[in-house]
Structure formats: C-alpha cells, structure tokens
C-alpha cells in the first residue's frame, strides 16, 4: 500500500543535491534537478548495488550533424550506479544506454513548503 510521507521541506533540498529516505525495500532517492522533484529506487537492477550512493552528473552525447563531437548533456539528472557505473535518468528512471530498462520512480509533490513522496 502507497503511503505519501513527509521528506523534508524545499529549503533543504536544493537543485543538485537528494535525499535518501527510509520507504520500500530498498530506500528511495529523492532529487532536485533544476527546481524539479523526481524519485526512484536505491536499486540498481544490474546487481542490486545501492544506485542513490552513486555520483549524480550528467552524460555525453552525440552533437546533430557533427560525428565523432561529444557534448556534455542532462547534467544534474544522470545517476551513475557506485558498482558498475550503469547510468539512470533520474527524470524518467530509465537506462541512459538501453532506454527499455529502467528504475521504478516515485510521486513527488510540495505542499506548503514540504516535500513529500508517495511511496
């Protein structure tokens, strides 16, 4: 059953930074990516690594017309996962490489001030 319980207030969790709380099996990350709140599992489904103990950056990607020309893209929303460096949008839960796998993600709402997540 869903409960929606309290993470902290806005304040304290500021863009670029999570919030790991106690729900579920695993744990849940919640993170601010440019003022937006998003939420998925301590789980990274390779081998079960703590996925939100991983670094929090962005990606590399092609440039449109230009082979061979990286950019750095979606920095703030790319969890890394700590054991093997599988890389997860935090925005959407899917897999940066293989956009068919994913991590579950959560609701995350602000009443008054409060961040709370529906887990």
């Not at 319980?5 to 695993?26: N, Q, Y």
């Not at 789980?43 to 590399?60: D, F, I, K, S, V």
């Not at 609701?107 to 887990?119: E, I």
């Amino acid at each position: 059953m869903l409960q929606r319980r309290l993470v902290c207030t806005v304040d304290e969790l500021p863009p670029g930074t999570m919030r790991l709380i106690d729900a579920g099996k695993f744990g849940v990350g919640v993170y601010n990516v440019g003022g937006a709140l998003y939420a998925i599992v301590n789980y990274c489904p390779h081998e079960g690594a703590p996925l939100c103990r991983g670094l929090l950056g962005g990606t590399n990607e092609t440039v449109p017309g230009e082979p061979g020309r990286l950019r750095r893209a979606r920095d703030g929303q790319i969890m890394r996962c700590p054991w093997h460096n599988w890389e997860f949008d935090v925005t959407t839960g899917r897999n940066v490489a293989d956009p068919r796998r994913r991590v579950r993600t959560y609701h995350v709402d602000v009443t008054d001030g409060k961040v709370y997540l529906t887990a």
